[in-house]
């Protein structure tokens, strides 16, 4: 596995960003292994998935972002479970968490997303976890796309757990109007469930046209990140990324 570009602004002031997707299962599992693994990858941004979104969750959000040494920007209950920590790197220009459409009978979905700066560079971000169900997930597919059109924003990252594998409808939808990181630029491990028997990729990082992709994948064997911890930490694998955001300027 080739390395993966640290996080830097360059002279030009573009920024090269460190994105990590991850469901994290309410932090039912090892939260301390789950903490290790994020702070392992040295994130600028975190789209996280299954953020607790019950009793105290703001609390716990909390403990895990203090944990990698993050913060939290966006969602987790009052977004229905995606949520967004970054880096003291990014300054926050807005945040915005979208409740979408209930289904009678299935679960709430929503959407975590902000406009941040990092170093000269504007970037659109949003975490999602599409449905079970393939119709209501497809329309949730379309929703991500107009959301991310409503943030005005040239450049933009939207990840997450999409529930369905890239031959799936919604997937090629998405990766019909934006980049799919993975496959523009494959570095480290390709499935993300589950942690014990990897066959399956139904979590996925997107850029928008003009970012670019410098390698995302499953971290396997990134300093730091540890198998005992991947298998400990969720019912999920990691998808990191490193992006290149051209300056807004």
Known sequence: MGTLPNSRTEPDG??????????????????????????????????IQEAPRFFRWRKKLARLARAADLV?????????????????????????????????GLHRRGFASAVVRLGGARL??????????????????????????????EHAVAGGDLNE????????????????????????GEYTSTPDDPHQRIDALFVTPGVEVLGCGVPLGLPGVTEADLRAA???????????????R
């Open 14 to 47: 573009s920024a090269v960003v460190r994105v990590l997707s991850y469901n994290i299962r309410s932090m039912r599992d090892d939260t301390d292994a789950l903490a290790r693994v994020i702070a392992a990858c040295t994130p600028d941004l975190v789209l």
């Open 72 to 104: 939290i920007l966006s969602g987790g209950g009052t977004a229905a479970g995606p949520a967004l920590l970054c880096s003291l790197r990014a300054t926050v220009e807005r945040t915005e968490d979208v409740l979408l459409p209930l289904t009678p």
């Open 124 to 153: 659109g971000v949003l975490s999602c976890h599409l449905s079970l169900q393939t119709d209501e997930r497809y329309a949730q597919g379309g929703m991500l796309l107009d959301r991310l059109a409503e943030l005005g924003v």
């Open 165 to 188: 594998r890239p031959q799936g409808r919604t997937f090629r939808r998405l990766a019909a109007e934006l980049r799919d990181c993975w496959t523009a630029e494959p570095w480290g």
């Open 234 to 248: 969720t019912d999920h694998l990691p998808v990191l990324a490193a992006l290149r955001v051209p300056s807004a």
